[in-house]
């Protein structure tokens, strides 16, 4: 099967991506389909360039807008479903994560073109990747999730609201990002407007979230098929960018020690939410248990991680789905 991996892009999880896509390549070229790497940023990767990139590290933070500054402003060729890549593919395998690579917009591209690809389609890749409307759609479908605030860019000292209506620690995040990029937990009000400032330089939009303490679960949904639930353990606070691609950071268990009544709870919340949002393919569910025992989403990422460290893969692992299985079962879903 011809398969062309975009990986890559110009978003802040570029370095995520470019890790998800060498392992999704391998793999897939493993099975043996004829697969290319296309920066969608840039061009074709040839193996020079692909084994160049592995020896580089994801990094402990994401690359700075600055050093992103150098690609174009848009993070996909504009002729991008024109390229013989794209379009002589039977499938387009979308190892991107964030930006326009993640909300909708190359999906958009790749629809107009007539491609199939892998992972949500434009509506729901566009629901997930905006955090304030997929939590009023989880929230319809009774999906619980913590109370939030959008901030107001041109207002100051919102730190009185935000004790008012959900009290402190507070998570200020882009409402349209991925990988905890822009995110900060605000303890001392005194601390808000910078971290909100800070949010600001990643997205239009930035959400105010209550802090919600406790452990740290996810569920993969492969179909609908649901996977085992981890729990991850990071060294900080929250599951950071550091906690996420470090090695040693965080220690993840699959399946998560929970009972059987919390696992199934968890499990069917997770495919309310993955149906709720139209999602299709892999996807992945975030969510926190506080120490009452109650369950709150956190987010749906509708183009998880495929890193040596990311959490997909070992979900699939503790499902007896090897790592070039998963990647053709992604496959065979997009092919219907």
Known sequence: MRITVLMGGASSERDVSLASGLRIVDALRSVGHDVIALDPAGGVLDDAALQALKARAVGTEPPSLEALAGFSKQSLRTDLAALPEIRNADVVFLGLHGGQGEDGTVQALLDMAGVKYTGSGVLSSALAMDKDLSKTILRVAGVRTADWLMADRHAKNQAHLVEQELGFPVVVKPSKQGSTVGLSVVEDPAQLDRAIEEAFLYDDEVMLEQFIPGRELTVGVLGDEVLPVGEII??????????????????????????????????????????????????????????????????????????????IPQAAAAAGIGFAALCERIVHLALG
Request: net charge negative; aromatic share 10%; proline share 5%.
């Open 234 to 311: 990071p060294v900080h606070e929250i599951y950071d960018y550091e906690c996420k691609y470090t090695a040693g950071m965080a220690r993840e268990e699959f399946p998560a020690k929970l009972s059987q009544s919390d696992t199934k709870e968890l499990q069917a919340q997770s495919l309310i939410a993955y149906r709720a949002l139209k999602l299709r393919g892999v996807a992945r569910i975030d969510f926190r248990m506080s120490p009452d025992g109650v369950f709150y989403c956190l987010e749906a990422n509708t183009l998880p991680g495929m890193t040596g460290l990311s959490l």
